[in-house]
């Protein structure tokens, strides 16, 4: 089961490396924050670059929350675990919706990282998703942006609506 951990933001990695030394001998977990690709204009070429998803958040795959809990507390820069109900040691995990969107979009074959989703412009401003993440996620589109090269998808976390947004790069079909 997926659970949030809230760190400093800009200090994500630090904390996975903190993270997985205090835990490395204890349980055997998954630490990660999940990355997207994106295209960017640099003196007129597109260059694809990487971009954190979640600042400030990593997610942790485990079936112990509550040992997860104690062990975070030899962590120096931890924040928090979310989920937690009040003073007992219940933690809420991604429910299944949202762990199947973290599965599709920031798979462990894709080394949690969103790749660039591939659409092409059809006449009268229709999108067409050729390849990528959005294949299976055309429902969850709020918005596209074809000057930034992204498309922002509303998916739903901890119950409640976060913005996602996927790079894409623009396939143009040539007439026949």
């Known amino acids: 089961m997926y659970y949030v951990v809230q760190v400093a933001t800009g200090k994500e990695q630090k904390a996975i490396d903190d993270i997985n030394k205090a835990l490395s001998d204890k349980s055997k977990v998954d630490v990660f924050s999940p990355y997207r690709k994106?295209?960017?204009?640099?003196?007129?070429?597109?260059k694809e670059i990487l971009e954190r998803c979640f600042p400030g958040?990593?997610?942790?795959?485990t079936d112990d929350p509550k040992q997860l809990f104690f062990d975070l507390y030899e962590v120096p820069d931890y924040t928090r675990l979310l989920?937690?109900?009040g003073l007992s040691y219940?933690?809420?995990?991604?429910?299944?919706?949202?762990?199947?969107?973290?599965?599709?979009?920031?798979?462990?074959e894709n080394?949690?990282?969103t790749?660039?989703?591939?659409?092409?412009?059809?006449?009268?401003?229709?999108i067409r998703v050729l390849s990528g993440p959005l294949?299976?996620?055309?429902?969850?589109?709020?918005?596209?942006?074809?000057?930034?090269?992204?498309?922002?998808?509303t998916v739903t976390m901890f119950k409640r609506p976060m913005d996602v947004q996927v790079g894409i790069s623009i396939v143009t079909k040539l007439p026949q």
């Open 83 to 85: 989920g937690r109900e």
């Open 57 to 61: 958040y990593l997610f942790v795959e």
């Open 135 to 153: 294949m299976d996620l055309k429902g969850y589109v709020k918005s596209i942006n074809l000057h930034k090269r992204k498309i922002t998808l």
């Open 115 to 126: 790749s660039i989703s591939e659409i092409e412009i059809e006449e009268g401003d229709h």
């Open 38 to 46: 994106v295209l960017r204009k640099y003196k007129g070429e597109y």
């Open 90 to 108: 219940y933690f809420e995990p991604l429910n299944k919706d949202e762990t199947r969107m973290v599965d599709i979009l920031y798979g462990k």
């Open 111 to 113: 080394d949690r990282t």
